[in-house]
């Protein structure tokens, strides 16, 4: 390396030191106010201005160079001089403040426009902004979460599903505080890794609050594929004593999970709680310990008795509780009672179980005409199904079947979840033809897994040891309905509890 380019690198890192080192000599000098020698001019010299040399520029390789880190040094016709007098020498703590932070505003600019070229060529959507001011970092880890949540989500369509969840993994990682990236990891783990989607459905409640009661909507879903009814019970009860504005939601989760269980706590909980918001369940709850205990003839005064001034909900379980105990009849009358105070899908629910309970086909035939006489529609689709899951009927399936055939709704997010509740129930039916119909048509439009429909093929037709449906559940996005008929039809037995660590 020649010579000059040594000097001047030696110089640059004697710059750097000086800007310190020689302000801090002199701060000291001006300090102690002549109780010690001037730092950088020779003692030897008169100490006058203009006449005395610099000591502190002597070893640079271009002594000149020194004036940048104190200007009082000037050219003279005798050489470089110091051009005040030793009295007055002073640091330059400012030029080293300007010197030092445009340094660093130089190298963090580079480094800032470096990792921008390198994000962009990967593909990040970011602006040179959010990488140079620090009140827009927070940005930077957002889009790092969306650039590969955006890959998770090519990788799924394009069924890919262990490179999505590894692209899903790292967006969650780069961004924890996203709803929308937690919330799509915990749904797509709660069938793997159950433990898992709880830990992160629990996380999006407490950083959400805004979002807490939709959240745990969806968290019950999936805890309700999955059987997980002990901790439906804990969710549902809390929810229902909190005053929950989806409180017979939670209320009918909660009967269902408890006679899942076996457990009448939770309900004797709530009936002694003395929380104003829980009031309006008492007679059903009354009704549904009489019924869980035993006292059937009790259970049918009380469910017997007028209940026009309780919740629709309470309503509906006093319709439903009539029909199962085997008062039909009865509770078709209740059901004309109430008239609007039920929505029309649960005055159809109810008017259809009770009319397959009594044997009356043709009354059921007819509604069922009834409600097809219309264009297909998802609702009307997955209360059939359910029905037919609970009350298997070859010619209420057939007629559905040929609705379907006959429109073919096109495969689409809220259409699938109607063509799995007609294949569950053409299982039930124990109706091959119909239920392999369905898995090729949703196997040929790309949606869902093969092997996932073949699972459940294999669980319908008995070719399989498994006799819970809830294991396979959670990879079948269907209604809250189906899923209770189906839990309802096929509790079978609980796994094993996980061994304790």
Partial sequence: MPAFVTGRLADLFRLAWGLLYWNARKSWFRLRRGGVPCPCQAPSDSGRAFETACDACVSWHQPANFRRVCPLLVATPAGLRCSVDTANVRPFWGRAALAYGGSFGAVYLAGALAIFVFLRSVGYPISIVHLVWPGSWQRVTEVRGWFFMERANRAFLQG????????????????PDSYRIGFALAQRLQFGQPARADEIYRQLIERHPAQAAATKQLWFRSLLARGEFETIETLATAEILAGASEAPVWMRALLFAARQTGHIEPLQRILDSPAPAVRNWDRLLETELLVRTDHRPAALARLSESWDREPAFSQFYQIAELTELGRGLEAVDLLGRYGAQLD????????????ATLGADSA???LVATLLARPFNVPTARLLAAHLIRHPSPVVLHALFRQIDHERPPLSDSTLEAYLALGCAAGVARDWPKLETVSRFISGHGEGSAFTLHLVEAFFRGNTRQTRIAALLPALPMALEVYYALLERYPGEPPPPAPES
């Fill in 160 to 175: 890919r599903h262990a490179e999505g969840m590894l692209y899903l993994t790292n967006a969650h990682q780069f961004d």
């Fill in 344 to 355: 029309d899908a649960a005055r159809a629910t109810l008017l259809l179980d009770a009319y």
């Fill in 364 to 366: 059921r035939d007819r």
